[in-house]
């Protein structure tokens, strides 16, 4: 019989998705408060959707070209020229997450140094380690800035990529405009390259969110996506764009792994782009102004500006974030221990992407357990 020993041994140290058992464990309960999911809650609007039905009447389900159909690559460059006046080489990948793994194989060698902030995105340092790099952990507490001088002082010989995302997951943060811009001079100094994870830069709510592109566009791979600006996270959009060699060794691992993005989602994506979703950004706004309410007085939190997550930090009287995790599942809410997105065991994230009546009654539990220890 086949067993363990034919399971590559980079691969065993990856557990299974914190995020993934919160889910599993939820399934277990009875209507649930779920606090925990990492995606919108309202539909795709509705005419992206009729551009992917009319795709598929139309035949449009085969394979597409591997850096993705023309019209949708011409109207992306055309975002970017008129966004950064930037006209960078790109392609179109199977959501953030694809393009973050194509970057990483293209890039990187047994033993290079990926410096990535902590907390960080649950994949982050399991992809860097997948491809035989070494993910370097720059702790970002308690504040969850960039602080540049914590990554010059990580920089070593070995060091080739610096991985942000701003707003961040899992707390919200936007980076401040002079930290990006320190941090594009960082890259400069080394011969650094910068990956700037973007998936939720339409969602911010107090100004927008800096990216690298506009300090050093040519020490920079941009990441974006459809998925969270526009509920389409299970349609797997998004795109890359940057330095010439670099989006063609990309594009070229894309063909011999995802072959191409979904083709109907591609005319979905291109709908989207001249779609406005900005009721729907208010809405988060006003969800990030309700949360922050309702946890105000009962836990510390730094106060998010993009995305919907806040990541507050447990309650003292708990050993661990994940301790308090358990009980609050136990009480019916469904949230993620911080452990899951950090070396610390210390806070844990709230996904506010949920009706305002769920948001005011997990908080109600969550505030009872907070002053349970009172």
Partial sequence: MVGQEFIAEHVKPIGSSGIRRVFELGATLTDPIDLSIGQPDFAVPDNI???????????????????GIPELRERIAAQLEKEFAWQPDLFVTCGVSGGLLLALMACINPGDEVLIGDPYFVSYKHLVRLVRGV?????????????????????????????????????????????????????????????????????????????????????????????????????RMGFAAGPAPIIQQM?????????????????????????????????????????????????EFVRPSGGFYVFPKAPSHFRSASAFVEEAIRQNVLIIQGDVFSEHDTHFRISYAVPDDRIRAGCMILRSLAESGE
């Fill in 49 to 67: 959707k009729q551009s992917m039905v009319d795709a598929i009447l139309a035949n449009r389900t085969g394979y597409t070209v591997t850096h």
């Fill in 135 to 235: 993910p370097v952990l720059v702790d970002l507490y308690d504040d969850f800035q960039l602080h540049p001088e914590r990554f010059a002082a990580a920089v070593t010989r070995k060091t080739k990529i610096i991985l942000l995302c701003s707003p961040s997951n899992p707390t919200g943060v936007v980076h401040r405009e002079e930290d990006v811009r320190a941090m594009a001079e960082l890259a400069r100094k080394h011969d650094l390259l910068i990956i700037s994870d973007e998936i939720y830069c339409a969602l911010t709510y107090d100004g927008l969110s800096p990216s690298p592109v506009q300090f050093a566009p040519e020490r920079a791979l941009l990441l974006r996506g459809y998925g969270k600006s526009y509920a389409m996270t299970g349609l």
């Fill in 251 to 299: 594009a070229k691992l894309q063909q011999y792994t995802f072959v191409c993005a979904p083709h109907p989602a591609q005319y979905g994506a291109l709908e989207a782009m001249d779609t406005d979703v900005s009721q729907h950004v208010a809405a988060y706004g006003a969800k990030r102004d309700l949360i922050c309410q309702e946890l105000e007085g009962a836990f």
